[in-house]
């Protein structure tokens, strides 16, 4: 793992965003809930946006797809942010997220 100047929660999202295996974006998406507070959501994107693993990125696409609204709008600012305008079009197709989603950045 790299040596990041966090602590805390944020530096155990990071390690999970690393390793970036199915159960690892589970456990940081779990983080993502009605409830969460801005400063857990602002870690959660952190760490999304170090997911390169392809399970990983296999995982935040089921989100995009079958998560809460909450992490649904999550994994599509993960793929708005790769560029990867496809699969968010297809959510978006499919009124799985609204137009700004769609489109953020």
């Known amino acids: 793992m790299r040596n990041y100047p966090f602590t805390?929660?944020?530096k155990l999202l990071i390690g999970k965003a690393i390793r970036g295996?199915?159960?690892?974006?589970i456990e940081i998406m779990e983080n993502l809930t009605?409830?969460?507070d801005l400063a857990m959501t602002r870690y959660v994107d952190y760490a999304l946006s170090l997911v390169q693993n392809p399970r990983g990125i296999k995982q935040i696409e089921w989100y995009l797809f079958h998560g809460?609204?909450?992490?649904?709008?999550?994994?599509?600012?993960y793929f708005n942010r790769l560029g990867d305008w496809k699969i968010v079009k297809q959510a978006y197709d499919q009124g799985l997220i609204d137009?700004?989603?769609a489109?953020?950045?």
């Open 8 to 10: 805390g929660t944020l």
């Open 21 to 25: 295996t199915s159960q690892d974006i």
């Open 34 to 36: 009605d409830q969460s």
């Open 68 to 77: 809460s609204l909450i992490q649904r709008n999550y994994a599509s600012l």
């Open 99 to 101: 137009e700004i989603q």
């Open 103 to 105: 489109y953020a950045r």
